[in-house]
């Protein structure tokens, strides 16, 4: 895959119409020898679309991927700075004045119902999103913000256009399922897959890659206890319990027994244990040096997060998604 540190010759540095030609030149190269990339991210309208030619719902056919995972202290130092952002973004938004109006007109109902309503991300990313944005890293370019247009162009794929210099690549792209908001079936599939993934074993490890999605359609009484551990502080299940709810617990339980139990002893229990396990809905841009790790906010189209260029941590970025009227 093309990468924006080969293109750019590997070094931070000025650049001059000598560099700009070679940068071009090299980026036609690499990619007629561009030959595609693993795809794990689960695309909502490519996944339904998936589960419609099989002739099933979503619900009952679809093989959820494993999450997107972070190291924690990265996680916790990430989620002050987007808490920063969106304080930032908020001050200069419509949205935060209508916010302010109604609030100060006692109207928090109102204020209160519209948050309720899905965010914009829960049909993306899709085919044709186009967002714009930009990223920094110390370590690129002498830490200066550089400006992107960024395009998913198929399930798993994307491109990526830096005008500033002169840059066109091809991204590989992954994100973590939605979790639908409407209760019901959906959603308790949505959520039981999101903890199946969490607190998968090999999932935990950084040491090891991330599992398969066949892995995730199960959970083992390990990670199992874990999960009641955090969300109730309790040693639960017994073993003996265990065995009797999964047909074959050598290979673990199905989210369908799973949710059965779980709901059978307290209907409610998914729905109120979510919020203690539940670290963002995540998402990945990278090609083979620039990593975009971030979180979809739920609020103006924003993707927040970190920069890793080849293989060091410490940069930023910020994407938003354009509406219709703002594309080219």
Not at 207 to 217: F, I, L, S, W
Not at 302 to 311: C, D, K, N, P, V
């Amino acid at each position: 895959m093309p990468s924006l540190r080969r293109a750019m010759g590997g070094q931070p540095r000025r650049y001059t119409s000598r560099h700009f030609a070679f940068a071009l030149v090299s980026v036609v190269i690499l990619f007629g020898s561009w030959c595609g990339t693993l795809r794990r991210a689960a695309f909502v309208s490519g996944l339904s679309s998936q589960a419609s030619q099989r002739g099933c719902s979503r619900v009952t056919c679809l093989a959820y991927e494993p999450i997107l995972r972070r190291d924690p202290t990265t996680n916790v130092n990430m989620q002050r700075w987007i808490q920063q952002q969106r304080q930032l973004v908020a001050r200069q938004t419509k949205s935060d004045l209508q916010r302010r109006f109604l609030e100060k007109r006692g109207l928090g109902d109102k204020l209160k119902a519209a948050q309720a309503a899905k965010p914009w991300h829960w049909n993306h990313l899709k085919p044709g999103d186009v967002f714009r944005g930009w990223f920094e890293h110390p370590d690129f370019e002498g830490g200066r913000r550089i400006n992107v247009e960024l395009t998913v162009t198929a399930e798993g794929e994307g491109k990526w256009v830096a005008q500033a210099l002169e840059y066109e690549g091809q991204l590989q792209i992954n994100q973590d399922h939605w979790i639908s908001t409407e209760a019901g079936e959906q959603r308790d599939n949505d959520i039981a897959a999101y903890v199946f993934s969490k607190f998968n074993m090999k999932w935990r490890d950084f040491d090891q890659g991330y599992p398969t999605a066949e892995e995730v359609e199960r959970i083992g009484l390990e990670g199992l206890r874990m999960f009641f551990k955090q969300t109730s502080e309790v040693e639960y299940p017994e073993e003996d319990e265990f065995n009797k709810v999964a047909a074959d617990p050598a290979k673990g339980m199905t989210k369908e027994e799973f949710i059965k139990w779980i709901k059978g002893d307290n209907p409610e229990y998914l729905d109120v244990s979510l919020p203690t396990v539940f670290t963002g809905r995540r998402v990945r841009f990278q090609d083979d040096d620039v990593v975009l790790d971030g979180d979809f906010q739920d609020t103006g189209g924003m993707i927040l997060g970190y920069t890793e260029y080849a293989g060091t941590t410490g940069g930023l970025f910020s994407l938003r998604l354009l509406a219709k009227d703002e594309k080219a």
